[in-house]
């Protein structure tokens, strides 16, 4: 049987953006469960970077398999992925292999050895200094910790949609229009749908914010 043969009804809805209509989509999936579109009918980002700081007073980076109750400030579909990002990020904002997750030992890292690291492994960079960078860092992560509204195009010209994240998770969307906004952002937050978060939508809302450019972007 073909896929057409099985269809009963179609429904649609105008969405004006395309962030809003990704975000519904894959509610839909998780709820719906459709036959032939199996991609998002469960997650498929099982790992995740964390962030802490240690008892010294260091930021400090680890990465390794989700459960339901964890925070971490990205997510993965692989083991491969998220420690190739943690390299980057090593790279690139001169962090430790030994505060990063990616070398386990009782003393200085081997970068540190080798001349790389700053010697924040082993006490020699003071925790500022090192934080300075390794909180430089977590701009890589969109959401980490932020609350704040996305807002792009709405369904006509007199309106804008806002999708709401709080404290780095998904919050919901909602619609609102520019000419009754007398209340600010109380009228934002009251404009919401809330939503459940879970990993598929917030790997949609980091690629999405990443590579495209929305209206703006207002933190509460």
């Not at 491969?80 to 001169?94: P, T, V």
Request: hydrophobic letters at 35%; one cysteine or more; aromatic letters at 12%.
């Amino acid at each position: 049987m073909e896929m057409r043969d099985m269809i009963a009804d179609i429904d649609w809805e105008v969405t004006g953006s395309e962030l809003i209509a990704l975000l519904k989509e894959s509610a839909e999936i998780k709820v719906n469960k459709p036959v032939y579109n199996r991609a998002q009918r469960r997650t498929s980002f099982h790992w995740g970077i964390f962030s802490f700081f240690d008892q010294d007073g260091y930021l400090n980076y680890r990465y390794g398999n989700l459960d339901n109750d964890d925070s971490p400030v990205s997510v993965f579909s692989s083991r491969e992925k998220a420690r190739g990002k943690m390299e980057s990020i090593i790279e690139k904002y001169n962090l430790c292999q030994k505060l990063s997750g990616l070398y386990e030992t009782d003393g200085a890292c081997f970068h540190h050895q080798v001349g790389i690291c700053r010697g924040a492994c082993c006490g020699k960079e003071p925790a500022d200094e090192y934080n300075q960078r390794a909180l430089k860092s977590i701009e890589e992560f969109v959401f980490t910790r932020r609350n704040f509204f996305v807002i792009d195009k709405g369904r006509d010209p007199e309106e804008r949609c806002a999708v709401k994240i709080v404290n780095g998770k998904y919050a919901g969307y909602g619609y609102f229009n520019i000419n009754e906004m007398g209340f600010g952002l109380l009228a934002l937050h009251e404009c919401i749908n809330h939503s459940a978060d879970n990993r598929d939508i917030q790997v949609i809302l980091k690629q999405y914010l990443k590579n495209n450019r929305v209206e703006k972007i207002i933190d509460f």
